[in-house]
C-alpha cells in the first residue's frame, strides 16, 4: 500500500530565512504527490502537486516542492518565510489503484507544523 | 467563491446518540470524500463516492457509521449510535473527478461525543 512519511512533527524558523519541510514517499508505479495546508479551524487547502515532468514544482503562496526520485522524497520549500505560513502542512500520495480510473483517493501524512517566529 | 459547506460546525452528543453530519459539494463536483481527523490517527478516508454511488467505505467502521449522498447536492455521515472514540473532526471533501487531483475541503465538522 502507498504511503508518506513526514519525519518532523515540528518545524521552526525565522520570518525571511528559508523552510523545508520534509516528506518521503513509498508506492508502487509512478508517485502523484501533493502537499496541502490546514491554517486553525479550516479545512485543507491544496498547494501543489507532481505528477510528471520537471522534478522542481511550483505552487501556491510562493512554495515549491522538489521530486527526488533517487530518494523517494517530496519537500516542501519556501525561500523566505512569513509568519503568516504558520500552519499544519500535510504530504500526501494518490493511491495508484485509482489513477486509471480518473479517481484521485489520497493517503495523508501525519502532518508537519510550521511555526514561523519573527 | 465556490466551497464545500458542512454542517454543523460543531457537535456535542452524548454517548449513544446519533449524530448526522451534512455536506454540500461544490456545484458540477462528482466526487464526494470523508476524513476524520484525529490527533492520534491523522487524516482517516472513511468513504469515497462518485456520482453519488460508493466506491470505497472500507475505512468505516459498519456497524456505526454509514454514509450516502440522496442527491447530488448532499452527502451524508451518521454514527448510530455514538461512542466517545468518535470524538474528531471529520471533513468533507469534493473534487472534479475525471481525473481531478485537487481536492476542496470543508470547514469540517468538530465532534464531540461524552
Known amino acids: 500500500a502507498q504511503s508518506v512519511a513526514q519525519p518532523e512533527d515540528q518545524v521552526n524558523v525565522a520570518e525571511g530565512n528559508p523552510l523545508t519541510v520534509k516528506c518521503t514517499y513509498s508506492?508502487?508505479?509512478?508517485?502523484?504527490l501533493f502537499w496541502y495546508v490546514q491554517y486553525p479551524n479550516r479545512g485543507l487547502q491544496f498547494l501543489l502537486k507532481?505528477?510528471?515532468?520537471?522534478?522542481l514544482v511550483k505552487g501556491s503562496y510562493g512554495f515549491e516542492a522538489e521530486f527526488n526520485k533517487s530518494q523517494t522524497s517530496f519537500h516542501l520549500k519556501k525561500p523566505s518565510a512569513l509568519v503568516s505560513d504558520s500552519a499544519l502542512y500535510f504530504c500526501?500520495?494518490?493511491?495508484?489503484?485509482?489513477?486509471?480510473?480518473?479517481?484521485?483517493?489520497?493517503?495523508f501524512g501525519t502532518g508537519t507544523q510550521l511555526k514561523v517566529e519573527l | 467563491d465556490a466551497r464545500v459547506t458542512q454542517t454543523p460546525r460543531h457537535k456535542v452528543t452524548e454517548m449513544g446518540q446519533e449524530v448526522t453530519m451534512r455536506c454540500q459539494p461544490i456545484?458540477?463536483?462528482?466526487?464526494v470524500f470523508w476524513y476524520r481527523q484525529t490527533m492520534m490517527q491523522g487524516l482517516e478516508l472513511l468513504a469515497y463516492?462518485?456520482?453519488?454511488?460508493?466506491?470505497?467505505d472500507s475505512g468505516m467502521p459498519k456497524d456505526r457509521f454509514s454514509a450516502e449522498m440522496p442527491d447530488a447536492t448532499l452527502a451524508t455521515l451518521k454514527i448510530q449510535p455514538s461512542e466517545p472514540r468518535d470524538s474528531a473532526v471529520y471533513f468533507c471533501?469534493?473534487?472534479?473527478?475525471?481525473?481531478?487531483?485537487?481536492?476542496?475541503f470543508g470547514s469540517g465538522t468538530q465532534l464531540s461525543v461524552l
Open positions: 507532481y505528477i510528471t515532468g520537471d522534478n
Open positions: 508506492v508502487s508505479g509512478n508517485p502523484y
Open positions: 463516492f462518485r456520482n453519488r454511488a460508493p466506491l470505497d
Open positions: 500526501a500520495v494518490r493511491d495508484p489503484r485509482w489513477v486509471t480510473g480518473g479517481g484521485n483517493k489520497l493517503t
Open positions: 456545484l458540477g463536483h462528482n466526487t
Open positions: 471533501a469534493s473534487a472534479p473527478g475525471l481525473g481531478e487531483e485537487k481536492l476542496f
